[in-house]
């Protein structure tokens, strides 16, 4: 028996790879499906079954393409409808993999047609469990999201998660080993460990949600307190898990191409394609296509995206770092932005060759920003962090406008005041003034280093520290 989960850092997400014999499953697998193929291949084992725990609301599954590529069967736990060929598995229906069974659990409350899969060995001893997003280490997933496809409240699916849990989950044996598919910095929970297993024994000791007195009416509670809206590409890629989606390698062709800067310029003026430069923020500011948008490859990339570019179906086109075009395309059809439509060959440089116009994004370090407070001038610093960030500690005096609100906020600032704008490091600094950079305002300074080169120069007034987990 081999288990293997492959995650994915950037989603903070889970899949997993199991093999007995020659036989293999493959759990919740990300767009791109080659890796797995060719682990399969590497073994000389076959996959057998694509098994899907719910619906996913964060990212895209590969399981349409795996199966199409593979043979493998698609397997849903019950109450699923889907656009394409998979079986819909009963409760307590079980899978042979090789010498290992698999069985679905139903556990509806994070979504209907949630189903954990439990594994047990040669021996008929339960060893595994791959819980979906019905349990986290250390949390449990978030009864929200499926309101509208259930009819239901979120308090009505707490109160059905809270039963599958202490029904299907908690009467498991202590020593199943949990393998969930998130972890912390995944949106759908809110107290996920940065551990990605567990034995089931130990969270019953340390999750919350699974205290042994814990009434229903507390769980539910405290299930659904301090839930921040989900993203609003979330239905979209539950529409798209749902009802299929276009081919990876499509996509994968259709967003590589490559573009002249004349091309490129062509296609921007004809399409109404968002220009999403890719780079380090620090280097973005010094030069970049004029109203092009900085979202980083090497932070939370496709979660930014998603919640920042409404349209699933919004054109982009792409300037990245040379050779990490493919990477780019991949990260964005992970949540479901199939529609990039090339990128800008040889980058900046290229552009700036061919003589065309760059525009840039005035920075400062925290001590050059001290040096302006001091001297009494009046100075509007802006802090783009969460309002849970800026409510634990923060420059007395600084507004709160976090990112994740910039379309619904922009409203609030005028274009004629110098604004100095700053988050945690810097990586979401860069994405909000971009942003407004594109929609005309040119009065923004960011702050090199952001809160914590702020904190670290000790020439700030800043507030008391307060502990998050204290906040209502």
Same mark, same amino acid.
């Given at each position: ?31 791109? !499906? ?44 019950? %109450? ?8 819909? =598995? ?6 042979? @993999?090789?010498? *290992?069974?698999?069985? !679905? ?7 209907? /047609? ?5 594994? #047990? ?42 039963? #599958? *849990? ?35 024994? %130990?969270?019953?000791? &340390? ?10 009416? /507390? ?13 609003? &590409?979330?239905?979209? %890629? ?44 620090? @280097? ?77 994004? !005035? ?9 302006? @407070? ?26 709160? *406008?976090?990112?994740?609100?910039? %379309? ?11 604004? &100095? ?10 994405? +909000? ?11 923004? @300074? ?10 670290? #120069?000790?020439? +700030?007034?800043?507030? =008391? ?8």
């Amino acid at each position: 028996m081999h288990i293997e989960q492959i995650y994915t850092g950037c989603l903070a997400q889970g899949a997993y790879y199991i093999q007995s014999e020659n036989e293999v499953a493959i759990v919740d697998p990300l767009r791109e !499906v080659e890796p797995y193929i060719a682990k399969a291949k590497a073994a000389g084992a076959t996959i057998k079954y694509v098994f899907e725990t719910h619906f996913h609301a964060d990212f895209v599954s590969g399981h349409i393409d795996l199966a199409r590529e593979t043979g493998a069967q698609i397997v849903y736990g019950p %109450n699923a409808v889907t656009g394409f060929e998979a079986h819909i =598995a009963k409760d307590n229906e079980t899978f042979k @993999v090789g010498k *290992l069974t698999i069985k !679905v659990l139903h556990t509806p409350g994070h979504t209907m /047609e949630s189903a954990c899969y439990l594994l #047990s060995d040669e021996f008929g001893k339960e060893t595994a469990l791959f819980s979906g997003d019905t349990l986290f280490i250390g949390d449990v997933g978030r009864p929200d999201l499926a309101q509208k496809a259930s009819g239901l409240t979120q308090e009505g699916l707490a109160g059905i998660l809270f039963d #599958s *849990l202490r029904t299907r989950i908690l009467t498991l044996p202590d020593d199943v080993i949990i393998y969930p598919a998130h972890g912390a910095g995944s949106a759908c929970g809110k107290n996920m460990s940065k551990e990605t297993t567990d034995t089931l024994g %130990n969270q019953k000791k &340390y999750n919350y949600a699974l205290r042994p007195n814990m009434t229903r009416e /507390e769980f539910i509670t405290e299930v659904t307190r301090g839930l921040t809206a989900p993203p609003v &590409y979330f239905p979209l %890629n539950v529409k798209m898990n749902r009802e299929g989606y276009e081919s990876f390698e499509k996509v994968l062709s259709q967003g590589t191409q490559p573009l002249t800067p004349d091309a490129f310029e062509a296609a921007a003026n004809s399409t109404g394609a968002i220009l999403l430069d890719t780079r380090d923020p620090l @280097v973005f500011a010094k030069a970049f296509v004029p109203n092009s948008i900085n979202i980083g490859i090497d932070g939370s990339f496709a979660p930014w995206v998603g919640a920042l570019v409404p349209d699933i179906n919004q054109q982009i086109l792409l300037i990245t770092e040379d050779g990490r075009e493919e990477e780019v395309v991949t990260r964005l059809a992970r949540v479901g932005y199939d529609h990039a439509i090339g990128y800008l060959k040889g980058g900046i440089a290229a552009w700036q060759a061919a003589g065309n116009e760059t525009d840039s994004i !005035v920075s400062l370090t925290a001590d050059e920003l001290a040096d302006k @407070v001091s001297n009494h001038s009046p100075v509007k610093i802006l802090d783009v962090r969460k309002a849970p960030e800026y409510y634990a500690e923060h420059i007395l005096d600084a507004e709160n *406008l976090p990112l994740d609100d910039i %379309n619904s906020n922009m409203a609030r600032l005028d274009k004629n005041e110098t604004y &100095y704008v700053h988050c945690a490091g810097g990586y979401r600094s860069m994405i +909000f003034n971009s942003m407004l950079r594109a929609r005309g305002f040119t009065n923004l @300074v960011d702050v090199q280093g952001g809160f914590k080169a702020i904190k670290d #120069s000790g020439r +700030f007034n800043i507030s =008391a520290y307060v502990c998050p987990s204290t906040m209502p």
